[in-house]
């Protein structure tokens, strides 16, 4: 008899609704997490800048009307502290701190059939049993720290926005060196420009960035919005980026440049990366319908950075807008104007080593105090791969996945009984709205446990036949639009020798929920029951 009904691995957004939508379904619950804190993502990247680029009213639990009322954002996009203190709210309302366990690495997990349950390995080495095995251990959580040269010869501290320590890093009067432009480099480097003496950025692939227009959550504001909130969000699940947003409806090769202007000139004004990208049908679909929308991002760079080579240096050029994440900030091409900010292109002239006092590219040696790698992340299978997890006949998850992940529903994998992935590979997860798709999840995998249970089954594997036609119509879907042609973290780019792969579903929040809950309705059809 196994210890416990459910296994949680992590303690993010996915882990504590997991806790808590399986306590609720009477079942015994517990988490293990590897940091000394919950909050995942909102844990450990506490770097100032750290913010979220979904409004504080999408990203945040639906689960409880009640919760819904009684907390309050202070922000449009609230800032890391914000989300992590809600967090901790949350865990403490619905009184799940008994069932998480906090700095505990699960390093093992194996299937055993004759009991039909999970043994997890945890850093320490001690076991615990459970029947089903959850894994939330976050899309984005396993950083990369790229294999630099010299890197311990480096005299200086150095950090990676992923890691960042409780007690900050002092930049003031510092000669600081960023690498990396992706989000949470386009986050970090005004706040430590503004601090330090001079600040080094180092960028291969610039991306593009739209304006927040982050402002204060006026009280009235948020009781108006707040009344409604219920059909808000049933509105939310269904739509396709789990945040509604309204567009024109009209491909934009259709229109009058003109016209086009003016509205991406309105959407621009109101701030936000999604109401842009998704103004007109075809931007993420057709490569002249996406270079109009790059285009208008490329000509807002210009008018706000003041040296035209830095500017054209900031343009993205090598990939359609939207492929890589877009990045939102209201300060960082501004911030190139400043006379202590200089912008390295290290595309031309790549990072060969690092120094005692610096970095050494192809051609120049850069002076630096400390050092900030704002370089990602092993996304979507990273943190998964760190585990090793053995399901059916020993398969390792690893070896089973090598080519790239195969899943069904991004929930389970054939060979590998009773295991479910909060936003795996092959489901939605980054490209939406993600606190949305974790609740869809949990909700999912907690209806289909009840399930199993009420019908006497003890075993639920995912088939060979139902996960080949899942990833092939995954595939098939993400081969439609533009997001394969860039070299992102989306499809593995970032990591040396990991498979070319996009494993995320876009076909949409609201088609995929409707394909779960077809799943469910049919029996979980594409399941073996036992
Ligand atoms: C800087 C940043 C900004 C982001 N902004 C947005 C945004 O604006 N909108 C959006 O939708 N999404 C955003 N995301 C994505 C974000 O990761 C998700 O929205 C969400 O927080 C994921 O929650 P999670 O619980 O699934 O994963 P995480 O928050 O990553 O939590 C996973 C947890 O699992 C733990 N863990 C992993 N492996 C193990 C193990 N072997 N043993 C024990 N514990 C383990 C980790 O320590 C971590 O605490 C952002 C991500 C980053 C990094």
Same mark, same amino acid.
């Given at each position: 008899? +196994?210890?416990?009904?459910?296994?949680?691995?992590?303690?993010?957004?996915?882990?504590?609704?997991?806790?808590?939508?399986?306590?609720?379904?009477?079942?015994?619950?517990?988490?293990?997490?590897?940091?000394?804190?919950?909050?995942?993502?909102?844990?450990?990247?506490?770097?100032?800048?750290?913010?979220?680029?979904? &409004?504080?009213?999408?990203?945040?639990?639906?689960?409880?009307?009640?919760?819904?009322?009684?907390?309050?954002?202070? /922000?449009?996009?609230?800032?890391?502290?914000?989300? =992590?203190?809600?967090?901790?709210?949350?865990?403490?309302?619905?009184?799940?701190?008994?069932?998480?366990?906090?700095?505990?690495?699960?390093?093992?997990?194996?299937?055993?059939?004759?009991?039909?349950?999970?043994?997890?390995?945890?850093?320490?080495?001690?076991?615990?049993?459970?029947?089903?095995?959850?894994? @939330?251990?976050?899309?984005?959580?396993?950083?990369?720290?790229?294999?630099?040269?010299?890197?311990?010869?480096?005299?200086?501290?150095?950090?990676?926005?992923?890691?960042?320590?409780?007690?900050?890093?002092?930049?003031?009067?510092?000669?600081?060196?960023?690498?990396?432009?992706?989000?949470?480099?386009?986050?970090?480097?005004?706040?430590?420009?503004?601090?330090?003496?001079?600040?080094?950025?180092?960028?291969?692939?610039?991306?593009?960035?739209?304006?927040?227009?982050?402002?204060?959550?006026?009280?009235?504001?948020?009781? @108006?919005?707040?009344?409604?909130?219920?059909?808000?969000?049933?509105?939310?699940? &269904?739509?396709?980026?789990?945040?509604?947003?309204?567009?024109?409806?009209?491909?934009?090769?259709?229109?009058?440049? /003109?016209?086009?202007?003016? #509205?991406?000139?309105?959407?621009?004004?109101?701030?936000?990366?999604?109401?842009? =990208?998704?103004?007109?049908?075809?931007?993420?679909?057709?490569?002249?319908?996406? /270079?109009?929308?790059?285009?208008?991002?490329?000509?807002?760079?210009?008018?706000?950075?003041?040296?035209?080579?830095?500017?054209?240096?900031?343009?993205?050029?090598?990939?359609?807008?939207?492929?890589?994440?877009?990045?939102?900030?209201?300060?960082?091409?501004?911030?190139?104007?400043?006379?202590?900010?200089? =912008?390295?292109?290290?595309?031309?002239?790549?990072? /060969?080593?690092?120094?005692?006092?610096?970095?050494?590219?192809? *051609?120049?040696?850069?002076?630096?105090?400390?050092?900030?790698?704002?370089?990602?992340?092993?996304?979507? *299978?990273?943190?998964?791969?760190?585990?090793?997890?053995?399901?059916?006949?020993?398969?390792?998850?690893?070896?089973?996945?090598?080519?790239?992940?195969? *899943?069904?529903?991004?929930?389970?994998?054939?060979?590998?009984?009773?295991?479910?992935?909060?936003?795996?590979?092959?489901?939605?997860?980054?490209?939406?709205?993600?606190?949305?798709?974790?609740?869809? #999840?949990?909700?999912?995998?907690?209806?289909?446990?009840?399930?199993?249970?009420?019908?006497?089954?003890?075993?639920?594997?995912?088939?060979?036949?139902?996960?080949?036609?899942?990833?092939?119509?995954?595939?098939?879907?993400?081969?439609?639009?533009?997001?394969?042609? +860039?070299?992102?973290?989306?499809?593995?780019?970032?990591?040396?020798?990991?498979?070319?792969? $996009?494993?995320?579903? $876009?076909?949409?929040?609201?088609?995929?929920?409707?394909?779960?809950? &077809?799943?469910?309705?049919?029996?979980?059809?594409?399941?073996?029951?036992?």
């Amino acid at each position: 008899m +196994a210890e416990l009904d459910v296994g949680v691995v992590g303690a993010g957004f996915s882990g504590i609704y997991a806790v808590h939508a399986f306590l609720e379904a009477g079942l015994t619950v517990r988490a293990f997490e590897a940091g000394d804190g919950i909050g995942g993502t909102w844990y450990w990247n506490r770097y100032p800048g750290a913010r979220c680029d979904v &409004e504080s009213k999408d990203y945040s639990y639906s689960f409880s009307p009640e919760l819904e009322q009684e907390w309050s954002w202070s /922000e449009r996009y609230p800032a890391q502290p914000e989300v =992590l203190r809600y967090l901790t709210f949350v865990a403490g309302k619905f009184g799940l701190w008994p069932h998480i366990q906090l700095g505990t690495r699960v390093t093992a997990a194996s299937w055993d059939a004759g009991p039909a349950c999970w043994t997890v390995t945890t850093g320490d080495g001690s076991t615990v049993t459970a029947r089903f095995l959850v894994s @939330a251990v976050g899309c984005l959580s396993q950083y990369q720290v790229p294999d630099l040269p010299g890197l311990g010869t480096f005299e200086g501290p150095w950090y990676h926005t992923a890691r960042w320590p409780g007690g900050g890093v002092a930049f003031a009067g510092q000669r600081g060196g960023l690498v990396g432009t992706g989000a949470p480099g386009v986050q970090r480097a005004p706040q430590s420009a503004a601090a330090a003496a001079h600040l080094s950025v180092f960028q291969r692939t610039p991306s593009f960035a739209v304006p927040n227009r982050n402002r204060p959550w006026e009280e009235s504001e948020e009781l @108006a919005f707040k009344a409604g909130y219920r059909a808000y969000r049933a509105q939310a699940r &269904e739509s396709f980026l789990g945040v509604p947003v309204p567009g024109t409806g009209r491909p934009i090769l259709g229109e009058p440049p /003109e016209a086009v202007e003016a #509205h991406l000139t309105e959407r621009w004004r109101a701030g936000g990366g999604m109401p842009l =990208l998704g103004a007109y049908t075809d931007v993420l679909v057709d490569r002249a319908a996406n /270079e109009v929308v790059a285009e208008f991002l490329r000509d807002r760079i210009r008018e706000t950075v003041a040296d035209p080579a830095v500017a054209e240096l900031l343009c993205p050029r090598t990939y359609p807008v939207g492929a890589k994440r877009l990045c939102q900030s209201d300060d960082y091409y501004a911030m190139f104007n400043a006379g202590n900010v200089t =912008l390295v292109d290290i595309r031309a002239s790549p990072i /060969e080593s690092a120094y005692p006092g610096g970095i050494k590219t192809a *051609t120049d040696s850069y002076e630096l105090d400390l050092l900030v790698f704002a370089t990602g992340f092993d996304a979507l *299978t990273g943190a998964l791969f760190a585990i090793d997890i053995r399901g059916a006949d020993g398969a390792a998850l690893r070896d089973e996945w090598a080519a790239g992940p195969k *899943t069904f529903l991004g929930v389970a994998a054939h060979r590998f009984p009773n295991l479910f992935i909060v936003t795996g590979p092959g489901s939605p997860s980054v490209f939406s709205n993600m606190v949305l798709s974790i609740e869809q #999840h949990v909700e999912w995998i907690r209806d289909f446990v009840r399930y199993l249970d009420a019908a006497g089954y003890t075993t639920a594997e995912a088939t060979a036949a139902a996960q080949d036609a899942w990833t092939e119509h995954v595939t098939e879907v993400a081969y439609g639009t533009l997001f394969p042609l +860039a070299d992102s973290w989306y499809v593995g780019a970032n990591i040396p020798g990991k498979p070319r792969v $996009l494993t995320s579903y $876009l076909g949409g929040c609201g088609p995929y929920r409707a394909k779960c809950d &077809e799943v469910a309705a049919g029996g979980y059809q594409g399941f073996d029951l036992s």
